[in-house]
Every structure is written in C-alpha cells, then in structure tokens.
C-alpha cells in the first residue's frame, strides 16, 4: 500500500509508521511538527511538513505523490484539561483540519480514511464500553472527536469513500527499540508522568480525585501499548484497501487498572512518591473498551500488559535524561 500519514511525526504516529515500515508499505508523512519530531520519522519514509488546515498544501502533496491508497489521521490535539480552557483551537484543528483533508481527498480521489478517534467519545461510561453504545462526551476534546466521526461519515457515504474509525482507550508504552516513544515538554498522561515521578524529572506524581465511583476511588483506565496500537492499524488499512466496509472499532485491552494501580505497579520499578488531589474537570470514572470487534473483524489482539507498557515507557524515558 501506498500510505499518507498525517501526524506521522508524532507519539502514535511514529509507531504507526514503523509497524508499517516493517510491513514493506510505502509511507508519506505529513506533519506540521507543532508537538512531533523529525527525528521520530522513519528514514524509510518520506517526510512532508505542513498544516492539515492548508488545503493548498494538502493538494500539491496529493500531486506530488499520486496513487495513494489510504490516509491515516494522527493529527490531533489531544489534552482534555487544556480542551476546556481552549475549545476553539480544539474545534479548529480537530474537526476544521479533518474538514479540509477530506476536502483535498474527495478532489484527489483517495477513497480510504483511518481516524484516530477517542474513549472520550463514550462520556461518563459505566464498565465496559461497546461501539454501538451512546455517545455522550463531556468535555471539548471528546465532542470534537465525536463531531469528526459524524463529518466522516457523511462525507464518506456522499463520495463513496470508506473509513475505519479507531476509538484509542489510554495508549502508552515505547517501540521495542527505544528509539521511538512519548517525549513532549509538557506530559499530561498518567503512565510517563508516574515514571517522570519516579526517574526525578518531577518531584511526585499528583493524583487528581480519589472520590469516584470505583473501587479505590480514582479513575479507572484501559492501558493499550503503542506497537500493539499502531500494528492494529496496519490490520485496519488493509483490511479498508482490500474492500472491507466501513465501521467504528474500539482499540483497547479489555481490561481496566484505577490511577492507584498504576501508580503501585510504577512503585515496583523503584521509589515513586504521588500526592493525592483534586479532580480535573473533565475526567469520566471509568472507561474500558470491549475489543471483542477487533478481535474478530481485524484479528487483533494485544500483546502486551499493563507491566510490559510501563516497563517500555521507564526503559525509554531513561534514554531521555542522557
């Protein structure tokens, strides 16, 4: 397959390039490096920089590299607290920026898209969450996921185009190698914040609200390492380029793990003080996936657990600090 990934400098679409290296598919990245790195990019792929808000740029890429099969989407903003201070930007570059892309591959006659879309879609979720549940988000980030997943829709019926939307549950971990993984200035994410914690790039891990409705009172998430999401995708753009039909596909272990958990399991790696506070706006009690659907239609399963995830991010993170 020939490949366009869009956010392809990123954390997740790094990974994605990789696994599709690895598979022998020829990959154009195109990216803005607003939060990616050139370093993060495969030499074996091609690297474009620009904006998915320039429709301009979007068509010469388009000309330049004409026969692609499939575009995968990694290019959103993707931090809920900072959704809710700044919803513009937000409904911007996640719907406006999808908007235009779609707009440039109905001209250029790509017909196939997979979006990287989100648990937060499924709002303040009860247990396990199924792709046909309702949608309710409840903070910026998770609407304008959700109102992307709709444009796709329309958009794709109206131009006999296809999609494969992934719905992410809480990815984490680093690629096998090292040479790959999550190194933002600013984490936000629980995994490599509790490892910051515990290799002293930060004081403590804080641990926001241990009043909801679970078990030990913090939140419960479903952790899914990188390669095992990224792979996943490899899977699901076949599958769309070999005439699969279009559908909604959670991404996600099965299996939840409270914030407290993790931290415990962070603690075996060594000393790792956490302060408990208050709770973020914007943050459901609990979200797991039900990955039964990519079991089945994709073949997809997991390879590694909540151990291996954490294990891969402290091994990365360490590289970091040389």
Known sequence: ??????????????????????????????????????????????????????????????????????????????????????????????????????????????????????????????????????????????????????????????????YLIF?????????????????KDQLTHLIPVAIQALIGVRDKLMIYGNDYDTDDGTCVRDYIHVSDLAYAHVLGATYLVNGGASTTINLGSNQGYSVLEVAKTVQQLGNMTYEITERRPGDPAKLIASNEKAQTLLKWQPKYGLKDIIKSDFEFRKTLKK
């Open 1 to 162: 397959m020939k490949v366009l990934v869009v956010g392809g400098a990123g954390y997740i679409g790094s990974h994605a390039v990789l696994e599709l290296i690895k598979e022998k598919h020829d990959v154009i990245v195109f990216d803005n490096l607003s939060s990616g790195f050139k370093d993060m990019v495969s030499e074996q792929a091609t690297l474009v920089i620009g904006d998915i808000r320039d429709k301009n740029a979007l068509n010469t890429l388009f000309k330049t590299y004409p026969g692609i099969d499939i575009v995968m989407h990694f290019a959103a903003k993707i931090v809920v607290p900072e959704s809710v201070v700044e919803p513009l930007e937000y409904y911007s570059n996640n719907v406006e920026g999808v908007r235009i892309l779609l707009d440039a591959m109905q001209e250029n006659n790509v017909k196939n898209i997979v979006f990287s879309s989100t648990a937060a879609v499924y709002g303040e979720a009860s247990g396990v969450c199924f792709e046909d549940d309702a949608t309710k988000p409840i903070n910026p980030y998770g609407e304008t996921k959700l109102a992307t997943e709709n444009m796709i829709r329309w958009v794709t019926q109206a131009h006999g185009m296809n």
């Open 167 to 183: 719905r992410y549950f809480n990815v984490a971990g680093a690629d096998s190698s090292l040479k790959i993984g999550l190194k």
